[in-house]
C-alpha cells in the first residue's frame, strides 16, 4: 500500500505524458521499475519468450513496455499502449508460475488494454522456491493482488488519468489467481474471468499424485496414451448423440452412461481392448478418490474424462517435497492422501480458491465469468460444479448468484484447451476472432459490467489443420442442443441434479 500511495503522490507532481515512456523508471516505495521501453508501431515486436510457455504474437501497435519488481523478489511487466482504451487487463499465469503471460499481453494490447502480468513471486529457474514461505504467499495471492496496485499507479502517471475499468483474465493456475481476486482481493478488478480453476487445488494434486505413484506401483497395469485414448473414443460413441448430433462430442457427461467393462480383452484379443490389470486400474482412478480409511475424499471423474500419463509432474513434487516436508530429497512413494494434504493445507492455506466469501465482490457491482472443460483432465470439472453449487448455496441461490457470477461449461474441452469441442472463445490464450462480445468471452464480460448486459451464450470456434466449427457454449444450467438445424441453449435438468451441486433456484 505504501507503494501505491507513493506512486500516486508522484503522478501529481512528475506526470508522465505517452510519449516519456523512460520517465517511469525508478523506485516508489516496494515498486522498482528497471526498464521502461517505447516501443514503435510496426515494429512486429516480440520479447523474449524462450522461458515461458506463454508465447507472444509479434505486436504492432505503440506501447511503453516496463519491467519491474515489487519486494524485490515479485516481477512484473506491464505494457501501456499509446492508443488506450482506458482498461487495465491483467493476465494470469498457471502451473508453478515463474514466468510472464506474454500470449495474453501480446493479443490484447493491439486492442488498447494496459495489460500487466506477473511471475507471482519467484523465476522458473528456481527449482525449489515453495522452500521460501514469502514465495509461497505470493505465489498463493499477494503478488497478483499487488502487481494489480503497482499496475494502476503507474498507468495513472503514465496516462495522466485513472484506469477507468479493470480485468483479469487466466486459466488453469491463472483460473485459480481471478478466483482469489474475488474472494480476499475484491477491490482490484471489475470483472474476472476463471478458467479451469481448480478450486481446491490441494486435493486434485492429491488425486494425481495418487493416480502417477500407482502407476508406478503397479507398471503391468499402467495406462498409456493409447489406452486412454480407447477409453475415450469408446464412451463417446456411446453418448455422442445425446445433443442431437453426432459430432464426436459429449455435450453433458452427467447424461452419459458407460460401462467399462466392455474393454475388456477377450481371450486371444490382443488389440482395442484393455487387459484384466489395466481395466481395473482405469476403474480405480475414474472412480472417488478415497483416503486410506477408505472414505471418499471426491466424487470421481466424468465419463471419457483421460488423465496425464507417466510420472508425478515437477508442481505436485515441490508441493510436498518443498512446501509441506522442506525436504528436497522427500520420498514421493512415502505419500499419504490424508496426511499430507492435511500439511499441504497448513503449510499454504490459500492455496485453495474454493470460499464462498464473496459478498464485498458482489455488493459493488463486479463480476465473475467461469468456465470449465468438461473433459479436463488437469483440473477436473466437478470440484468447479461444486464450487459453482457452493457459491449459489451461500449467495442467495442460483439465480441471484447469476446476476454477478456465471458459469460456462464446454463440451468436448480439456484443460484450457485442446480436446475435440469447440476452445476458441476469447479467454486467456485464445486466438482473437473480433471485439464481438458474442464471441469473445472478455468482451462479454466487459459488455456485462459497463452495460449491465449478461452473457447468456458465446459462439465459439474449434480450428484444425481438417478444418473448422462452431458452437455455442451456454451459461448454466443450459446446455447446447441442435434443435431444426440450429444450435440452442436449453435448460439442463441433468445440471441441476447433479448430487454434489444441489443447486437451489
Not at 486492442?111 to 514461505?133: E, L, P, Y
Not at 472414505?295 to 508442481?315: I, N, Q, W, Y
Amino acid at each position: 500500500m505504501a507503494a501505491l500511495l507513493s506512486l500516486l503522490a508522484a503522478a501529481t507532481v512528475a506526470t508522465a505524458s505517452p510519449a516519456d515512456c523512460s520517465a517511469l523508471i525508478g523506485a516508489a516505495g516496494d515498486v522498482v521499475v528497471d526498464k521502461a521501453t517505447a516501443v514503435p508501431a510496426n515494429a512486429a515486436f516480440k520479447p523474449d519468450d524462450s522461458r515461458t510457455f506463454y508465447k507472444s504474437v509479434p505486436v504492432s501497435s505503440a506501447f511503453c513496455r516496463v519491467e519491474g519488481r515489487i519486494e524485490g523478489n515479485i516481477g512484473f511487466e506491464l505494457w501501456l499502449p499509446l492508443a488506450w482504451n482506458g482498461r487495465l487487463l491483467g493476465a494470469g499465469v498457471g502451473g508453478d508460475a515463474g514466468v510472464f503471460n506474454y500470449i495474453d499481453m501480446s493479443l490484447r494490447v493491439g486492442q488498447g488494454f494496459a495489460t500487466v502480468t506477473t511471475d507471482a513471486g519467484h523465476k522458473a529457474s528456481d527449482a525449489h522456491w515453495m522452500r521460501n514461505a514469502k514465495a509461497r504467499t505470493d505465489y498463493e495471492h499477494r503478488a497478483v493482488h499487488l502487481t494489480a496496485q503497482g499496475a494502476k499507479a503507474i498507468a495513472a502517471r503514465f496516462y495522466a488519468r485513472p484506469v477507468d475499468r479493470s480485468y483479469f483474465t487466466g486459466c488453469s493456475g491463472g483460473g485459480r489467481q481471478a478466483l482469489k481476486e474475488m474472494q480476499v482481493h475484491p477491490q482490484d478488478y471489475d470483472g474476472v474471468i476463471a478458467g479451469a480453476p481448480g478450486p481446491n487445488m490441494p486435493l486434485q494434486s492429491v488425486r494425481m499424485m495418487w493416480s502417477a505413484l500407482e502407476a508406478q506401483r503397479k507398471p503391468q497395469a499402467a495406462l498409456s496414451d493409447a489406452d486412454w485414448s480407447l477409453y475415450e473414443s469408446r464412451v463417446t460413441s456411446a453418448c455422442d448423440g445425446v445433443d442431437g448430433k453426432a459430432d464426436g462430442i459429449i455435450t453433458d457427461p452427467l447424461q452419459c452412461k458407460f460401462r467399462t467393462a466392455t474393454l475388456l480383452c477377450k481371450p486371444g484379443q490382443g488389440e482395442g481392448c484393455l487387459t484384466a490389470p489395466k481395466l481395473a486400474m482405469l476403474n480405480s482412478i475414474i472412480a472417488p478418490l478415497r483416503d486410506e480409511r477408505g472414505k471418499a475424499m471426491d466424487r470421481g471423474l466424468f465419463p471419457a474424462v483421460r488423465t496425464r500419463p507417466g510420472p508425478p509432474s515437477p508442481l505436485l513434487r515441490a508441493m510436498w517435497a518443498d512446501a509441506a516436508h522442506d525436504d528436497p530429497e522427500w520420498d514421493e512413494l512415502t505419500f499419504s492422501r490424508t496426511s499430507d494434504l492435511a500439511l499441504i493445507n497448513k503449510v499454504m492455506p490459500q492455496l485453495r480458491g474454493d470460499s464462498t466469501s464473496i459478498a464485498p465482490f458482489i455488493a459493488d457491482g463486479r463480476r465473475a465469468i467461469l468456465y470449465q472443460g468438461w473433459q479436463d483432465p488437469s483440473t477436473n470439472a466437478g470440484p468447479t460444479l461444486e464450487y459453482y453449487g457452493a457459491l449459489a448455496r451461500d449467495n442467495g441461490g442460483l439465480g441471484r448468484l447469476a446476476q454477478n457470477v456465471r458459469l460456462f461449461m464446454v463440451p468436448g474441452m480439456y484443460h484450457c484447451r485442446g480436446g475435440p469441442g469447440v476452445d476458441s472463445f476469447g479467454a486467456s490464450g485464445h486466438a482473437l476472432v473480433s471485439e464481438d462480445a458474442s464471441k469473445d468471452m472478455l468482451w462479454a464480460l466487459i459488455r456485462w459490467v459497463e452495460q449491465g448486459i449478461a452473457p447468456e451464450r458465446i459462439e465459439a470456434s474449434k480450428v484444425t489443420d481438417a478444418g473448422s466449427f462452431t458452437r455455442p457454449i451456454c451459461a448454466f444450467p443450459k446446455s447446447a442442443r441442435l434443435r431444426g438445424g440450429e444450435w440452442t441453449c436449453e435448460h439442463d435438468v441433468a445440471l441441476l441434479r447433479w448430487p454434489s451441486a444441489k443447486f437451489t433456484k
